[in-house]
Nanobody, 122 residues
Framework: QVQLVESGGGSVQAGGSLRLSCSASGLAFSIYGMGWFRQAPGKEREFVARISGSGGTTVYADSVKGRFTISRDNAKNTVYLQMNSLKAEDAAVYYC???????????????WGQGTRVTVSS
């Protein structure tokens, strides 16, 4: 079955950096677009970034543009989210997800990881 496993979350001070990883198995990874979403307490899940199967197309939410970078290594079936200049408002549980189409809508993603928590202290 399909499994997506995130790692790399943790606690960091504002202005710091973290790199999240998401390892995928059970799917033809290179043909799936991958996305990162996040959900803060009391808020709806929101789109953060996505990357096409080839890695040639990336899209970011305005709130993270210029600070976060999504990338993928199809040889390792892994997608990454490099997060720099972290702010308090970036604190959330971060989820990776897989979709056969490029989308920023969570409803278009059929496979989800369990999430990894990011805490940002000011």
């Amino acid at each position: 079955q399909v499994q997506l496993v995130e790692s790399g979350g943790g606690s960091v001070q504002a202005g710091g950096s973290l790199r999240l990883s998401c390892s995928a198995s059970g799917l033809a990874f290179s043909i799936y677009g991958m996305g990162w979403f996040r959900q803060a307490p009391g808020k709806e899940r929101e789109f953060v970034a996505r990357i096409s199967g080839s890695g040639g197309t990336t899209v970011y939410a305005d709130s993270v543009k210029g600070r976060f970078t999504i990338s993928r290594d199809n040889a390792k079936n892994t997608v990454y989210l490099q997060m720099n200049s972290l702010k308090a408002e970036d604190a959330a549980v971060y989820y990776c997800a897989a979709s056969p189409k490029g989308s920023f809508r969570s409803a278009d993603y059929g496979y989800w990881g369990q999430g990894t928590r990011v805490t940002v202290s000011s």
